[in-house]
């Protein structure tokens, strides 16, 4: 039998080993992204968490190993064939152009139209949704220079999903934002993963967060030491108190799991 009728990962790493300078960041990293998860990417601070999802939407090379998306070699992707299938949101927002709020969310189309095509109504559409999902349609008019911090970071992750790929990597998706607007941003995303088979991989400091909405996480425990599961069964009070050097404890109760710094307690 053929295996070309066997499911594939969306997005698909084997034997992968990258650096900064004299940093590893993984070595001879497995991973692999299915429909329907969401993965979370766990680590203290400079351990290279953002080395690693440049280094995953190819921007960035590897020293060693192979990413392959949609069953595809990276490598021997055009940068417009890649952002066809991957969208990443970056930890800082940044608009190049002074454009209206709807008009940057529909630069995430440009991936998808002809070399001498214009944006569609269809696209138009898909970059209104986006705004709605987001609590932004009231501001579609309004400057994105003119935005909040808040708002500008809602409107990068609308112009992403505007994009529409099957695999979203996200750096800190929740910075700068309010815990109702991180609620609402983790909320769509889960929708949008669970409901269309897609799949992702997010950057979190919140352990909590990484609880409710991932159900992978890869740990980054620095000179290329890693851990990749089950949220289910690594995050708990060992791993994570190992992985960011603090003690950790949980607190659980019939409806959550929370984990916490076990710190002195009152004075």
Not at 75 to 80: E, I, W
Request: charged fraction near 20%.
């Amino acid at each position: 039998m053929s295996n070309s009728s066997q499911p594939s990962p969306l997005l698909h790493v084997t034997d992968l080993a990258v650096s900064i300078d004299a940093c590893h960041v993984v070595d001879r990293l497995q991973l692999a992204l299915w429909p329907g998860q969401s993965w979370g990417l766990l680590g203290p601070n400079g351990v290279g968490k953002t080395t690693l999802l440049s280094t995953l939407a190819g921007i960035r090379s590897a020293d060693q190993g192979t990413i392959r998306l949609n069953d595809q070699p990276m490598d021997r992707m055009t940068r417009k064939a890649i952002a066809k299938k991957l969208g990443m949101l970056t930890q800082n927002t940044r608009f190049a152009f002074d454009a209206d709020c709807l008009e940057t969310a529909l630069s995430g189309r440009h991936p998808h139209l002809g070399s001498w095509s214009g944006e569609t109504e269809g696209d138009r559409m898909q970059a209104r949704a986006a705004l709605e999902q987001l609590g932004l349609a009231h501001l579609s008019a309004r400057s994105c220079t003119q935005l909040s911090g808040g708002e500008q970071r809602r409107l990068a992750l609308a112009t992403v999903l505007t994009q529409n790929p099957d695999v979203l990597l996200l750096d800190e998706p929740t910075n700068h934002l309010d815990p109702a607007h991180q609620l609402e941003i983790l909320n769509c995303l889960w929708r949008r993963v669970k409901n269309s088979a897609r799949a992702q991989f997010m950057a979190l400091h919140d352990i909590n967060l990484a609880t409710c909405y991932c159900t992978h996480v890869l740990m980054l425990f620095g000179n290329g030491r890693w851990r990749a599961g089950k949220a289910g069964e690594l995050l708990n009070e060992t791993m994570l108190s190992e992985l960011y050097q603090c003690n950790i404890r949980v607190i659980q109760d019939e409806q959550q799991t929370v984990f916490a710094i076990a710190g002195p307690g009152n004075p």
